[in-house]
């Protein structure tokens, strides 16, 4: 009997660790969708954009999938170490979260492109470090982070051309 607790206790913190992994990836991505609502089909579409530019429909299942990765990742790395170790790796995962969120309110919410833009520089560096730093513990959740990483460049040039060209 004791062995069944003992075996639960583990399962039972690796389940809560991911519940709580995903609610804050997706947390963050619902509170950055009610910042960009009210401005894509309104403010965001008088912008001059640049051609390569993505669809508006793209973004939706991008950032889907790039939190659920994020939420794996975090997760991945919190089973994987702890001690001073996990609190360095998740408080960087906490700063590029609420960067990322940041981002969203700058750009869209208070639709202010050229402070989004300095401020998305260093989301990108945080994003860096984050995927560098998981890496180091858990190899699949550093590769978790490439795409993330790859898409926050990406709107970091297009942050940039949105910018200029406005």
Same mark, same amino acid.
């Given at each position: ?21 995903? /609610? ?5 991505? /619902?509170?950055?969708?009610? /910042? ?16 390569? @530019?993505?669809? @508006? ?44 969120? !940041? ?6 919410? +208070?639709?202010?492109? !050229? ?27 550093? +590769? ?10 990406? /709107?970091?040039? +297009? ?8």
């Amino acid at each position: 009997m004791s062995t069944d607790v003992q075996k639960s206790g583990p399962l039972r913190g690796a389940v809560i660790a991911a519940l709580v992994s995903l /609610a804050a990836a997706f947390g963050v991505a /619902a509170l950055g969708g009610l /910042a960009t609502a009210s401005s894509v089909e309104t403010w965001y579409t008088t912008l001059q954009k640049p051609a390569f @530019n993505p669809p @508006n429909g793209v973004f939706a299942p991008v950032w889907t999938t790039l939190y659920a990765l994020m939420a794996i990742a975090a997760w991945r790395v919190w089973q994987a170490s702890s001690g001073a170790v996990r609190r360095r790796a998740i408080g960087l995962y906490a700063v590029q979260l609420a960067l990322n969120l !940041g981002w969203s309110l700058l750009f869209f919410g +208070l639709r202010q492109p !050229g402070l989004a833009l300095a401020e998305i520089a260093v989301l990108l560096v945080a994003v860096v470090l984050t995927g560098l730093t998981f890496w180091r513990i858990d190899r699949p959740a550093g +590769l978790m982070f490439a795409p993330y990483t790859a898409w926050v460049a990406f /709107a970091s040039l +297009l942050n940039f051309e949105i910018w200029r060209l406005n």
